[in-house]
């Protein structure tokens, strides 16, 4: 029986709540940091040229759809500059093994000048083949690319894309070298763990938590008395939580990082493991998923998870035994936060 042919990711198709980006370009190393513009920009050149992706062709695109909320074409051209100018380091597997692949990642192009004008653009023969070659993908939602207000956000959310349906995995480590690579915070810039963490790490944390369709968290690993590696873990949100954040998604930005901080609670918690279940806890059942008191923990964060177990299992002792507790825990979990505000 043959072996069955990989799904390649130009397989994958876009449509227009989403966007694909090849998963070799989402764990890139910028040598040059790009701007969260010039992120989101680049995502909208792969996504005009996906159907011809894998092809030696001009792709045109107009400059209105490149502009976003701006009025001027400037900073089009300067992310286009920057973009030419990027040269960025693609894990790939050559002969079986890891190699560093170093790649352009936009071609020569022709800007019109007029303001309706349009871009052509090429994407550089060795990064097609790099395309062409991937089986993994983050599949993009538009609305949260364009929503989230950092390059550190908007690469998280990339990566978390990309991991999200892996079956057997909900977690990976990283050095700091490789997480601030992958990030693209620039050499010279927040060094210090606490640096990193305040200004790029738990803002993108909570950010991401509140827009996308994943609970996330980044939580620091010592080798002796210094940071030196994270693990990254993520998990899906449950249809109430996945409903909060459509619906965030439709406020204006406005007081988003507060809410934000009140639904994913990184704030008071970020960094820290949960502790153990206690053990008076223990005689009243068995624990829940981890993920589960993940979840609740960072979404009701400075509330006790286990007063809160205990008081959900004194309640359903009276109703009978739920054919989900986790999913029954969270909403009384829920229920009982809206009635006992902090």
Same mark, same amino acid.
């Given at each position: 029986?043959?072996?069955?042919?990989?799904?390649?990711?130009?397989q994958?198709?876009?449509?227009?709540?989403?966007?694909?980006?090849?998963g070799?370009?989402?764990?890139?190393?910028?040598?040059?940091?790009?701007?969260?513009?010039?992120?989101r920009?680049?995502n909208q050149?792969?996504?005009?040229?996906?159907?011809?992706?894998?092809?030696?062709?001009?792709?045109?695109?107009?400059?209105s759809?490149?502009?976003?909320?701006?009025n001027?074409?400037?900073?089009?051209?300067?992310?286009?500059?920057?973009?030419?100018?990027?040269?960025?380091?693609?894990?790939?597997?050559?002969?079986?093994?890891?190699?560093?692949?170093r790649?352009?990642?936009?071609?020569?192009?022709?800007?019109?000048e007029?303001?309706?004008?349009?871009?052509?653009?090429?994407?550089?023969?060795?990064?097609?083949?790099?395309?062409?070659?991937?089986?993994?993908?983050?599949?993009?939602?538009?609305?949260?690319? !364009?929503?989230?207000?950092?390059?550190?956000?908007l690469?998280?959310?990339?990566?978390?894309?990309?991991?999200?349906?892996?079956?057997?995995?909900?977690?990976?480590? !990283?050095?700091?070298?490789?997480?601030?690579?992958?990030?693209?915070?620039?050499?010279?810039?927040?060094?210090?763990?606490?640096n990193?963490?305040?200004?790029?790490?738990?803002p993108?944390?909570?950010?991401?938590s509140?827009?996308?369709?994943?609970?996330?968290?980044?939580?620091?690993?010592?080798t002796?008395?210094?940071?030196?590696?994270?693990?990254?873990?993520?998990?899906?949100?449950?249809?109430?939580?996945?409903?909060?954040?459509?619906?965030?998604?439709?406020?204006?930005?406005?007081?988003?990082?507060?809410?934000?901080?009140?639904?994913a609670?990184?704030?008071?918690?970020?960094?820290?493991?949960?502790?153990?279940r206690?053990?008076?806890?223990?005689?009243?059942?068995?624990?829940?998923?981890?993920?589960?008191?993940?979840?609740?923990?960072?979404?009701?964060?400075?509330?006790?998870?286990?007063?809160?177990?205990?008081?959900?299992?004194?309640?359903?002792?009276?109703?009978?035994?739920?054919?989900?507790?986790?999913?029954? !825990?969270l909403?009384?979990?829920?229920?009982?936060?809206?009635?006992?505000?902090?």
């Amino acid at each position: 029986m043959d072996k069955q042919a990989p799904y390649r990711t130009t397989q994958a198709r876009p449509n227009t709540e989403s966007l694909i980006k090849p998963g070799e370009l989402v764990d890139l190393v910028e040598l040059t940091p790009l701007t969260l513009a010039d992120r989101r920009i680049y995502n909208q050149l792969l996504d005009n040229a996906w159907d011809a992706i894998e092809k030696p062709v001009t792709h045109i695109i107009a400059k209105s759809s490149l502009r976003g909320s701006h009025n001027s074409n400037d900073r089009v051209g300067e992310s286009i500059e920057r973009l030419m100018g990027a040269i960025v380091k693609v894990r790939i597997t050559k002969d079986g093994a890891p190699a560093i692949e170093r790649v352009q990642l936009l071609g020569g192009n022709v800007e019109t000048e007029r303001r309706d004008g349009v871009l052509e653009y090429e994407i550089p023969a060795r990064l097609r083949k790099v395309i062409k070659n991937s089986t993994i993908f983050a599949r993009l939602q538009r609305e949260v690319m !364009f929503a989230l207000s950092s390059k550190y956000a908007l690469t998280l959310y990339e990566m978390v894309q990309k991991r999200g349906n892996l079956k057997y995995k909900s977690s990976e480590r !990283f050095s700091i070298a490789e997480l601030r690579g992958i990030l693209g915070v620039p050499d010279g810039k927040l060094t210090t763990w606490s640096n990193l963490k305040n200004r790029a790490i738990a803002p993108s944390v909570e950010e991401v938590s509140a827009l996308s369709d994943y609970m996330v968290e980044i939580l620091p690993i010592k080798t002796g008395r210094s940071v030196t590696h994270v693990e990254l873990k993520w998990w899906p949100k449950d249809g109430n939580a996945v409903g909060q954040a459509a619906q965030e998604l439709s406020y204006s930005k406005v007081g988003r990082k507060e809410r934000g901080k009140e639904r994913a609670g990184q704030g008071a918690s970020f960094g820290e493991a949960l502790k153990p279940r206690p053990a008076w806890l223990q005689k009243l059942g068995d624990p829940l998923r981890t993920d589960t008191y993940e979840t609740a923990r960072l979404r009701y964060s400075g509330y006790d998870i286990y007063h809160i177990e205990r008081e959900w299992r004194d309640w359903s002792a009276k109703k009978g035994a739920a054919k989900d507790p986790d999913k029954a !825990f969270l909403a009384f979990f829920r229920k009982y936060a809206e009635h006992n505000p902090l």
